[in-house]
């Protein structure tokens, strides 16, 4: 077992060392892009600029409270002290042949999330659900982030746990099972961070009754694109409380256990497959004041690639075999629909809520750019 455990460290470590040597240019444009581009109707991405709290965007991490997203539904909350990271996911391998395996892009993991963070370490690393957009970089990041005096603590379900063990890493962990109708979880205080998780529900994928693979990880890596396999359906939501604000992230269109969560000052939410969605229900019980939709990126296609922001996610699936055949899913982020349909979840949201209450209901709603710092600190009650 020990022989074991050096050799996936070395190999990690070696990609890891070999993706320093290297450096890709990630060059962006949004024109053209619903929300980002000024000539498709209001521009929706938080900035300096807008009424209300003043938000600075930037490359570089600013002082103070700050938020930055990967892309998909991958998030860095931190501030001078204390990182958190969310389903850290950068890789965004093509998943054509579901049987290829995935491997994890050392480059970008690096570049992307490691490099930005400077001295700083992950503190704690919280997981949704074990599916490879989600999970599929988290070995590296916590190889990465461990030293001798330092070791994250990893949150997540048992498949998150048994993934992040065939890398045979010694991580701290939290297993989440919710067994016995446990909803909610106090997972613990990170600097002036405490995170909370509560269980929902992985959406299923629009018009059909299916929400992703799932069932009992095995094996060892590198894992196939179904090898990465959600836990009894289980998306666990994160609360994340500080000085007096409160976040809540889930990363799907499916909230539940509401009033285990109570009020939030934000709430970021997926917006893929809604067809079945709690989004209005998520608005009247915890009445944010600012509502982030996040995972409608193509996260099939890696940064460098991008020459234009992809906000139309289309998947073909390959599945070889006796009875060949490929299962096509069109558009299911549907993103330029969805400012089209807040406005109406919102009136939805309000009609479940008192009358003398419903003006009090007025969710801003923001976009963000993917790899860019926002600093939060005007929205601190000082």
Not at 290 to 304: A, G, M
Not at 359 to 372: G, M
Request: aromatic letters at 10%.
């Amino acid at each position: 077992m020990k022989s074991s455990h050096c050799f996936f460290i070395i190999v990690l470590m070696t990609l890891a060392t070999i993706a320093l040597a290297q450096v890709r240019e990630v060059s962006i444009s949004y024109d053209g892009v619903p929300g980002y581009d000024s000539a498709l109707g209001q521009v929706l991405e938080w900035s300096s600029q807008m009424e209300g709290p003043r938000i600075r965007s930037s490359e570089e991490p600013p002082d103070g409270l700050r938020l930055r997203w990967y892309g998909a539904s991958g998030f860095e909350l931190g501030d001078n002290k204390t990182t958190i990271l969310i389903d850290p996911f950068v890789s965004r391998p093509p998943v054509s042949n579901p049987l290829a395996p995935l491997i994890i892009d050392t480059i970008a993991v690096d570049e992307l999330i490691l490099k930005p963070m400077g001295n700083r370490k992950a503190d704690a690393i919280l997981v949704s659900h074990s599916h490879a957009d989600h999970v599929m970089d988290v070995p590296l990041v916590i190889s990465r982030s461990t030293t001798a005096d330092h070791r994250p603590l990893l949150v997540g379900d048992p498949n998150t746990v048994t993934l992040v063990e065939s890398y045979h890493l010694s991580a701290e962990t939290r297993l989440l099972e919710f067994d016995d109708g446990v909803v909610h979880y106090l997972i613990g205080q990170f600097g002036d961070f405490t995170v909370e998780a509560v269980r929902s529900l992985h959406p299923q994928y629009d018009f059909l009754p299916w929400r992703g693979p799932r069932g009992k990880i095995e094996g060892h890596p590198p894992f196939t694109g179904f090898d990465y396999l959600s836990y009894r359906d289980i998306a666990i939501a994160y609360i994340i409380s500080y000085r007096g604000l409160k976040f809540v992230f889930c990363d799907g269109a499916v909230l539940q256990n509401l009033q285990a969560i109570g009020r939030a000052d934000l709430l970021v939410l997926g917006i893929p497959v809604r067809e079945n969605n709690t989004i209005a229900e998520a608005l009247a019980t915890l009445r944010p004041s600012f509502f982030i939709p996040t995972h409608y990126d193509d996260f099939f296609v890696p940064f460098h690639e991008m020459d234009q922001f992809d906000v139309t996610i289309d998947l073909t699936v390959f599945l070889p075999g006796e009875n060949e055949k490929e299962i096509t899913l069109h558009d299911f982020s549907r993103f330029g629909e969805f400012f089209e349909e807040f406005p109406g979840y919102i009136r939805k949201a309000r009609s479940k809520l008192p009358t003398e209450s419903q003006s009090f209901l007025d969710p801003r709603l923001r976009i963000l750019k993917p790899l860019t710092y926002y600093s939060l600190e005007s929205l601190i009650l000082k």
